[in-house]
């Protein structure tokens, strides 16, 4: 019998989604006065106000409302993360829309979902003439939207401890760093924000040594770094990474973006003293095995086809996007139509791949996650055991992931059951730009970037493409980073309303 | 933990973790040489 | 006389000048549908010079965009002195027309896009971009922040 969500259930919900889009409010004050101070652009600095005041007047008249005092259950909170991303994606959208580089209001949509989930798909007009608050916007999307915004919204905005766990599993993190769940967060951002000063000042020297000015190489620096740490792919200028045609500067952001793509609970470990975690742990090692075996296929067929002359051009340019899917940051050395028109099937099978297995569980990457990839080829082996082995035989398969672990069959069927959900993601996608009359490896390149949020792109990605299929991505971006349970959720929670009783 | 505790044991943290990505690297490298040269 | 009409008529068409018989201008996603057959000719590309002008000790990089995609050009210091503009928000780039070599995977630059410059030719001096205050967002904003403020007072006397 499905129970009919009770008032309460909706209230607690409404009140919960207030705070976070209160929020987001809040955040647009930076790109506000960032705006007005430093980059004297007040055009785009009213844009942040306006759209300031429009979520802060919705966050609080939602959770004004809906006040309650009740605890988040586990449902409800999974119906408020996948609200909240929705209403991040609109609310962001509207200083992106008011600055005209946008062609419509669906592309701005399009653009913050891209950006809160991590993605890096881009459907920006005139990027090279974009103010930098706007800029800066596109960039912290990603920052945000990369910790999470359940981890915002724990750290700043929701006082209790078992709503905010719930909030936190709501959207794909069942990684408890530590037993509480605000230290958990803590943590998170704290690893965030020093790397953020890191990245920031590595990537501001490397970019003056290699001929940027001064305040546009630490510009660019926070930017790349924000978009490369948190695995998006967003870059302030058009070329991308071709931008810089520098081998130092593309050596630092493979490493931002390989930690960025680590386990949040494996850099708590590192940084706690246990060294040896890094090589012990099933995802490190699953993520390097599965990294030479897409290399394998990548590059031979870069090599079939003579497509680079050099060695150290193949790995320069065939290495770099296929780490940039691998880790599902995005970032490219080649343009778009190349991957299509020089790459050839074989490579391109190689990133199709990288990207839908993605990188580990708990951290800015997408995909299936490693650690799900090493569960099921460990599954897949105690399986074989079994059928070799006498009957009589008890086969145990221990994992190591921060502890030694037994796999279970439950753990199996759950890792399972959301890798088949992503599979079911790219075929959709897929489908749809095949109807749309794509090609099917460019359709099933594009649809596996979107759901598994890496953001490479071979061109498909691109204003004129139908609204069904803009549409289609956003969907498969958002489903993709709250890993579908969330999203499931919500519409388990409106038949509910509408059949329950 | 005391604040120089925290800060040795991050660095070397920060530091274990470039040299994962350096051998990442370094399969990769070794790769592309390999494939481009074999052949 | 007829023939004669002819040949300037095609002359003409063909753009023939001093630096170059071969060079049309190419724009950039014709360069990019067609990389291989473009690979190692000289072209010609015309475009806004956009973001920085990156100094490599006697040599610079710089970006042409031709209001599609931006290309990198690899061009001799010298021959970027006379760039005074390059666009972004606050200012719109000098317009430059670039002769030089295409290559699809540059060997001497870790296989990057790029066009060699033998000549790059100013064809319009670019400036300031002012972006004159916008009254509409200007009156909006101020007003979107009053209501917030107010509604938040009232918010506060309410719930006293």
């Not at chain 1, 769940?181 to 970019?207: E, K, M, N, P």
């Not at chain 1, 660019?220 to 978009?227: D, E, K, L, P, S």
């Not at chain 1, 706690?272 to 995802?283: A, P």
């Not at chain 2, 070397?12 to 390999?34: C, D, H, K, R, T």
Request: with cysteine; glycine share 10%.
């Amino acid at each position: 019998m499905i129970l009919k969500p009770q008032i309460n259930d909706i209230k607690n919900i409404g009140y919960y989604l207030g705070r976070i889009i209160l929020g987001i409010g809040l955040t647009m004050f930076l790109p506000f006065i960032m705006g007005i101070i430093l980059f004297r652009e007040v055009n785009p600095a009213l844009d942040f106000l306006i759209s300031a005041n429009i979520a802060i007047f919705i966050g609080v008249t939602l959770s004004w409302l809906c006040k309650t005092n009740k605890e988040l259950h586990a449902g409800p909170a999974m119906v408020v993360i996948a609200l909240s991303w929705l209403a991040a994606m609109a609310l962001s959208a509207i200083p992106l829309s008011l600055s005209g580089h946008y062609k419509s209001f669906l592309d701005a949509c399009f653009e913050t979902m891209s950006g809160f989930t991590t993605t890096g798909l881009t459907l920006v007009q005139d990027l090279d003439h974009l103010s930098q608050s706007h800029n800066l916007w596109r960039h912290l999307g990603p920052f945000l939207g990369g910790q999470g915004i359940a981890i915002i919204a724990i750290s700043f905005l929701v006082k209790g401890t078992s709503g905010s766990l719930n909030l936190y599993l709501g959207e794909g993190r069942d990684e408890k760093l530590v037993p509480n769940i605000i230290h958990t967060a803590r943590f998170i951002w704290a690893i965030s924000i020093v790397y953020l000063i890191l990245g920031t000042i590595l990537l501001g020297l490397v970019g003056i040594s290699i001929g940027l000015k001064p305040q546009s190489a630490f510009f660019h620096g926070t930017c790349i770094f924000m978009a490369g740490f948190d695995t998006a792919g967003f870059s302030p200028q058009s070329p991308n990474i071709l931008y810089y045609h520098s081998l130092i500067y593309e050596i630092v952001i493979i490493f931002f973006m390989v930690i960025g793509s680590f386990n949040f609970n494996l850099h708590y470990q590192i940084w706690r003293g246990n060294f040896k975690e890094i090589w012990k742990n099933i995802e490190t090692r699953t993520l390097l095995f599965v990294i030479m075996i897409v290399i394998l296929i990548t590059m031979v067929g870069l090599r079939q086809l003579g497509v680079y002359s050099d060695g150290i051009i193949l790995f320069r340019k065939g290495f770099f996007q296929l780490i940039s899917g691998q880790t599902t940051t995005g970032y490219m050395t080649i343009y778009a139509q190349q991957f299509i028109k020089e790459w050839g099937e074989l490579a391109l099978i190689g990133i199709i791949i990288s990207m839908a297995l993605g990188g580990c569980a708990c951290s800015t990457a997408g995909g299936i996650k490693m650690l799900r990839v090493g569960i099921i080829c460990k599954a897949f082996r105690q399986d074989v055991k079994r059928i070799i082995l006498s009957p009589s035989a008890i086969v145990v398969q221990k994992f190591h992931h921060i502890r030694t672990m037994f796999i279970e069959d439950a753990q199996v069927r759950a890792v399972l059951i959301v890798t088949i959900g992503y599979f079911f993601l790219y075929g959709l996608g897929t489908l749809i730009g095949v109807w749309l009359g794509y090609p099917f490896l460019e359709a099933l390149f594009e649809s596996t970037s979107a759901a598994a949020n890496v953001g490479l792109s071979c061109g498909i990605t691109d204003t004129s493409m139908p609204a069904i299929l803009k549409i289609t991505y956003i969907i498969e971006m958002w489903a993709g980073r709250l890993e579908l349970m969330s999203v499931f959720a919500l519409f388990g929670f409106f038949v509910a309303y509408l059949k329950g009783k | 933990m005391k604040k120089i505790t925290i800060f040795y044991t991050v660095t070397l943290g920060i530091f274990w973790e470039a040299v994962y990505v350096m051998v990442i690297i370094g399969v990769g490298l070794v790769s592309a040489l390999a494939i481009q040269y074999i052949r | 006389m007829k023939n004669f009409f002819l040949l300037l008529g095609l002359c003409l068409a063909l753009n023939i000048s001093n630096s170059n018989c071969y060079a049309q201008t190419v724009s950039s996603s014709d360069l990019l549908s067609n990389t291989k057959a473009y690979d190692g000719e000289i072209v010609t590309y015309q475009g806004e010079v956009i973001g920085d002008v990156m100094i490599r000790q006697d040599y610079a990089w710089l970006h042409v965009n031709d209001r599609a995609i931006a290309l990198g050009i690899w061009a001799n210091r010298k021959m970027v002195q006379d760039i005074l503009y390059t666009g972004n928000y606050h200012k719109k780039g000098d317009i430059v027309e670039v002769t030089g070599i295409f290559h699809r995977s540059c060997l001497e630059h870790g296989g990057d896009l790029d066009i060699h410059a033998s000549e790059i030719k100013k064809i319009l001096s670019g400036g300031s971009d002012p972006h004159p205050l916008s009254r509409k967002k200007a009156y909006l904003g101020i007003f979107s922040l009053v209501l917030v403020l107010f509604f938040y007072a009232l918010k506060k006397i309410f719930q006293r």
